[in-house]
């Protein structure tokens, strides 16, 4: 006579449920990090663009807190018709995050009503890539603008802890 164990049908299936939806949690966080939904990636990366197309803003729509992180804003050729241009940066984006560098370097940095104006150094026709570098500070949605001439691009990120 072999040994008598008692099989508890109910808890099994109960246990291989848990498991499957553990084993599919896990799969799924692994394929949104790969696509970028939970940093860099091909769905995090985005690009604002001004209605006549003259300014653009490339950006991430997600980031981590205290992780370096890159916004490029471009002025078209057609937008560069002096020596000099001036960008500003939203308020409310520059309260959330710490900017590490910015390049070109700009000439002068100026608050204004709408947050920081940088005027940067330009050659007339040709297009201007300013980059900025920088930390983001908060956990959360991050409502970023920047504007150019009267042209103001609006949009968000989201900041992972």
């Not at 939904?37 to 003259?54: C, M, N, Q, Y």
């Not at 150094?121 to 570098?133: K, R, S």
Request: hydrophobic letters at 45%; glycine letters at 10%; charged letters at 20%.
């Amino acid at each position: 006579m072999g040994l008598q164990v008692a099989q508890h049908d109910v808890f099994q299936r109960r246990e291989w449920t848990a498991q499957r939806i553990g084993w599919a949690t896990m799969g799924l966080v692994v394929v949104a990090a790969l696509a970028g939904l939970l940093g860099p990636g091909p769905l995090s990366g985005r690009t604002a663009t001004s209605v006549d197309g003259l300014v653009e803003v490339r950006y991430q729509r997600f980031g981590h807190l205290e992780a370096d992180d890159l916004m490029t804003v471009v002025l078209a050729p057609a937008a560069v018709t002096g020596e000099s241009a001036d960008v500003e940066l939203a308020e409310d984006w520059l309260r959330s995050v710490d900017i590490s560098g910015i390049t070109p370097e700009p000439m002068e940095q100026v608050a204004t009503d709408y947050g920081v104006r940088l005027t940067v150094a330009t050659e007339p026709g040709a297009p201007v890539d300013l980059q900025i570098t920088f930390r983001a500070s908060q956990i959360g949605p991050i409502d970023a603008g920047v504007r150019f001439e009267g042209r103001a691009l609006s949009f968000g990120q989201f900041i992972y802890p």
